[in-house]
């Protein structure tokens, strides 16, 4: 069972992001995170703005997916989405920015659709910074 792999695959629009084997999976969903082993059982799943935590030989990596829906089928989990990030593909500065930004415009008092819009790029953001911050690291698989 230890050499059981889970296949991750994560489609774009542009294309696939991961296509490769993990032995673990962790996912923000809609109602929280869910963590996924090969051999899950088979479901559908809601994705949220978060971060997937990708475990591979006692190695973490981490990838910020924006949204879209998972499908778990035994030893395969594909994730459709509209964005994917890994941490080299985020320009930091800009996600700082852009944080900073919506943190004041939500300070104002405007209609609701415009502090919603405003929450979600927030979200976004914080998202982007701590995955642009990521440094690959090993994982204590007895902990």
């Given at each position: 069972?230890?050499?059981?792999?889970?296949?991750?695959?994560?489609?774009?629009?542009?294309?696939?992001?991961?296509?490769?084997?993990?032995?673990?999976v962790?996912?923000?969903?809609?109602?929280?995170?869910?963590?996924?082993?090969?051999?899950?059982?088979?479901?559908?799943?809601?994705?949220?703005?978060?971060?997937?935590?990708?475990?591979?030989?006692?190695?973490?990596?981490?990838?910020?997916?924006?949204?879209?829906?998972g499908?778990?089928?035994?030893d395969?989990?594909?994730?459709?989405?509209?964005?994917?990030?890994?941490?080299?593909?985020?320009?930091?500065?800009?996600?700082?920015?852009?944080?900073?930004?919506?943190?004041?415009?939500?300070?104002?008092?405007?209609?609701?659709?415009?502090?919603r819009?405003?929450?979600?790029?927030?979200?976004?953001?914080?998202?982007?910074?701590e995955v642009?911050a990521?440094?690959?690291?090993?994982?204590?698989?007895?902990?």
């Amino acid at each position: 069972m230890a050499d059981k792999k889970l296949r991750l695959k994560v489609a774009t629009p542009a294309g696939f992001k991961v296509d490769k084997d993990y032995d673990m999976v962790i996912m923000r969903c809609t109602d929280g995170d869910m963590g996924v082993l090969p051999g899950h059982e088979s479901t559908s799943v809601i994705l949220d703005y978060g971060i997937m935590r990708l475990f591979e030989d006692g190695v973490e990596h981490k990838i910020a997916v924006f949204g879209g829906i998972g499908e778990i089928d035994g030893d395969t989990l594909t994730i459709l989405t509209h964005s994917a990030q890994w941490p080299e593909d985020i320009d930091r500065d800009l996600a700082q920015s852009d944080r900073e930004n919506a943190e004041l415009r939500l300070q104002e008092k405007r209609d609701d659709l415009d502090i919603r819009r405003d929450q979600v790029l927030l979200r976004r953001a914080l998202v982007q910074i701590e995955v642009g911050a990521h440094v690959v690291a090993n994982v204590d698989k007895d902990a």
